[in-house]
Structure formats: structure tokens, C-alpha cells
């Protein structure tokens, strides 16, 4: 019972440790992330703020009721005055019918379609937001997990190298001060160690809070098979060639877009209020009424007899409004400028990152390159000064220094590495792929 136990503990531990890829990390913080949450329920208010000013031109229909009392002197019907208590009871039942608003309906109909689909825009904007931030982490991730590797292989060469001059200390061949001084080198490499591994906890707890995971307990990333290298010699495209792809497929744009043709049709909404509008009206109504003093007949056969139906047409003809309207169009105008600027702008800022983009996969690229030469040269000095370290023809700190000098470079290949990857991965997407990797 107690191994079932214990192997079921371990199933679920497995389980649990779950490898992420990049795409499912961004699939997943797309589908959980809350700031997607609240752009989606934004585009959701631009759909009922659609379907209203669809509604508007269906006809209205109201109910009333009325209930009056009266007292006090009064003018009788044979033309003298006396104390009388009145009542009335008044029911009504009215519809109108908007049948010309200066094309005002229309627009507005015309004006939130563009609204949603400019909302939808930004859904998708945000989506490709954090899109980028979970990769982000997720290079550092990675970044800081190959770094944590490079450390414990420089663990691995210290103690060898303690465990060396201990057997060196015990047959004469080496003094304490030497074996202290190694010892004190693989205690910094730990330290090392022990500063990548933190590292890496924090990255880990900062993409798991972007997917709106409860903890990071268990949670790891695949780490992408990479081949040192490949893709020096592919060729970036131009700024000015992403930027034609991407023009077209960018969400941010396609919004102000959207927001730039609606803002005309606000000019036209405001410019309706020049126009007359005309409604179709019509009702039902019926009333009881008493008089104290007088026989009245009952309250069914009032509201029979007094039943009376009414339809008519009502013309509305704006003359003078205090400038009110003119206005209201010259303020459209300035906002389809000011929508017309933030378009530019926003074409402008979208330039300016695939500019960046472009420049730092070059360096990238070429980082890349000169570091794995530089690391092939640091490997050969490394193993060149350990040989002379071994026959006793170097130093210890000379040893250490050739060393410190090859693992550098390895950090360094790391990070020219997934930068590397990132910027490339990062070209890809704004050209209208999938961001991975």
C-alpha cells in the first residue's frame, strides 16, 4: 500500500512538472490574461452600443395612467359658481415612429459598426502585447537557465581543480595558500551558481504572473533545441519591407483606421442638426370623470365612450440653435485631424520599432558571431593554460584567469544566442506570423 502510495505521489509530481512551450505560454495568458479579459469586455460594450442605434429606428410604444382630484369653488355648468369635488382617471397609450432624422441614424449605425470593429482591433492589439511580453520572459527564462548551466560547469572545473591540489597538499607538491585560494574561487563559483538559480526562480515568477498562474510551482519551459550558428548568413529584410507587411496586418492600425472613417461620419451625425426631422405618431387614450353633485356614468362606460384613438405626423425645423450645431461640426472636424494625427503617429511609432527591431537582429547576428569566435579562441587558451597549469609551467592565478575568460565567453555566446533567437522570432511576428520559436 505504502510503495502504490508513494508512486502515485511521484505520478502526480510528474504531472505537474509540465513542460511549456512558447506557444502555449502565449495561448494560454491570451485566454486568461485579465487586461485581455477587459479589452474583450470593452468590444462587447461597442456591440450593444451597435445594436442600440440599430433599435433606434424601430418605433417606441409608452403607457400611462392618471389620477387628478379637485376642490373648491368652481364654475358649474349653469354658469354659477359652487363647491365642487371633481375627479378624473386618464389612460393613454402612444408609439412614435422616427421616419426622417437627417440621416442621423444611418451614420450612427454606420459610425459604432466601425466602432466595433475598431474595438476588435484592440483586442487583437493586446493579445499581440502580451504576446511579446510572454516571450520576452520566456527568453530570460531561458537565458538565465543556460547562464545557471555555464556556472555549475565552472563548479565542475573548480573542484577538479581543488580536489588536485588537496592531493598536491598531501604529498608536498603544493602549498595551503594555493589550495585556499582555488577554494576560495569554487566558493565564488557557487555563489555564481546560487545567483543564476535565484535569477531564474524570479523569471519563472514573472512570466507565470503573466499567464495568471496561481504559483510557479512546478511550472517549466521547453528549452528550443538550438544549433550554435545557424542563421548567420540569412538575410534580414529592410526596415521598409516589414513596414509594407506589417501596414497590413498590424491591429494598431487597422484601428485608427477604422476611427479615422468613423470620424466622418461623426462630421455627418453633427451636421444632421441642420436638417428637419419628421415622426410618425400615433395613440390610444380614454378617461372617467365625476363631479360631486352630479350622476355620472359608470366607470366602465366612461372609458367606452371616451375611448379615442389619434395619429398624426410631427415636423421639426431647426431655425437658430445659438450656433450650437455649427460648432458641433466644426469640433468634428478637429477630431477627424486629431484622428488623422494619431494615425500618422501611430504609423510612425510602428516604423520606429521595426527599426529597432531590424537593427538589433543585425547586432544581434553579428554578436553572435564574434562571440562563438571568441569563445573558440578563449577555449583553446583555457585548455593550452591548463595543460602548462597541470606540468607546473603557470600559475594558479593565471590558470583562473584563462578560465574565467572561457566560461565568459560562453555566458556571453548565451545571451548573443537567444537574442539572437528573440529578435529574429520578433521580425517574424511583424511581419503577421505566429511569435514562436
Not at 389612460?91 to 470593429?117: A, C, D, M, R, Y
Not at 591540489?165 to 577554494?183: C, I, M, P, R, T
Not at 563559483?189 to 519563472?204: C, E, F, G, P, V
Not at 510602428?350 to 537582429?361: D, G, P, R, S, T
Amino acid at each position: 500500500m505504502l510503495v502504490l502510495l508513494v508512486a502515485l505521489v511521484r505520478l502526480g509530481l510528474l504531472a505537474q512538472e509540465k513542460l511549456w512551450s512558447l506557444r502555449e505560454c502565449c495561448d494560454y495568458a491570451v485566454e486568461h490574461n485579465i487586461s485581455i479579459k477587459q479589452q474583450e469586455n470593452t468590444r462587447r460594450q461597442q456591440e450593444l452600443q451597435l445594436s442600440t442605434a440599430k433599435n433606434s429606428r424601430l418605433p417606441n410604444l409608452s403607457a400611462s395612467a392618471s389620477q387628478n382630484f379637485s376642490f373648491g369653488r368652481g364654475l358649474t355648468a349653469e354658469n354659477t359658481y359652487s363647491n365642487t369635488n371633481t375627479s378624473s382617471t386618464s389612460l393613454q397609450l402612444g408609439t412614435s415612429v422616427p421616419i426622417f432624422t437627417g440621416f442621423q441614424i444611418p451614420n450612427q449605425i454606420k459610425l459604432n459598426k466601425l466602432n466595433l470593429e475598431a474595438a476588435t482591433a484592440d483586442l487583437e492589439k493586446a493579445k499581440n502585447d502580451i504576446q511579446m511580453q510572454v516571450a520576452q520572459a520566456y527568453v530570460q527564462i531561458l537565458y538565465d537557465l543556460e547562464i545557471g548551466d555555464v556556472a555549475r560547469r565552472q563548479i565542475d572545473i573548480d573542484s577538479a581543480q581543488v580536489a588536485r591540489l588537496q592531493a598536491f597538499v598531501d604529498n608536498g607538491k603544493a602549498s595551503e595558500a594555493e589550495l585556499s585560494q582555488q577554494k576560495a574561487t569554487l566558493a565564488k563559483s557557487r555563489l555564481t551558481a546560487t545567483q543564476a538559480d535565484n535569477n531564474t526562480r524570479l523569471a519563472i515568477l514573472a512570466l507565470t504572473q503573466l499567464l495568471e498562474l496561481p504559483t510557479p510551482d512546478g511550472f517549466a519551459i521547453v528549452r528550443p533545441d538550438l544549433t550554435v550558428g545557424d542563421g548567420f548568413d540569412v538575410a534580414i529584410p529592410s526596415p521598409d519591407v516589414i513596414y509594407a507587411e506589417a501596414i497590413g496586418v498590424k491591429p494598431e492600425i487597422a484601428a485608427q483606421q477604422l476611427r479615422l472613417r468613423g470620424a466622418s461620419h461623426n462630421i455627418k451625425i453633427a451636421q444632421a442638426a441642420y436638417l428637419p426631422t419628421l415622426s410618425l405618431n400615433g395613440g390610444l387614450g380614454t378617461n372617467y370623470y365625476t363631479t360631486s353633485g352630479f350622476k355620472s356614468d359608470a366607470f366602465g362606460t366612461q372609458l367606452k365612450n371616451n375611448f379615442s384613438q389619434y395619429i398624426g405626423l410631427s415636423l421639426n425645423v431647426p431655425i437658430f440653435n445659438r450656433f450650437q450645431t455649427r460648432n458641433n461640426v466644426r469640433n468634428a472636424r478637429i477630431q477627424q485631424e486629431n484622428q488623422q494625427l494619431q494615425l500618422d503617429n501611430t504609423k510612425k511609432t510602428l516604423y520606429k520599432e521595426i527599426q529597432q527591431v531590424y537593427y538589433n537582429a543585425l547586432n544581434a547576428q553579428t554578436k553572435e558571431q564574434s562571440s562563438l569566435e571568441a569563445l573558440q579562441s578563449t577555449k583553446d587558451a583555457f585548455k593550452l593554460m591548463q595543460a602548462k597549469y597541470e606540468n607546473g609551467k603557470a600559475t594558479i592565478t593565471e590558470f583562473n584567469e584563462a578560465k574565467n575568460n572561457y566560461l565568459k565567453s560562453e555566458s556571453d555566446l548565451v545571451q548573443a544566442r537567444y537574442e539572437n533567437l528573440y529578435q529574429k522570432a520578433l521580425i517574424v511576428f511583424y511581419r503577421g506570423h505566429d511569435l514562436s520559436f
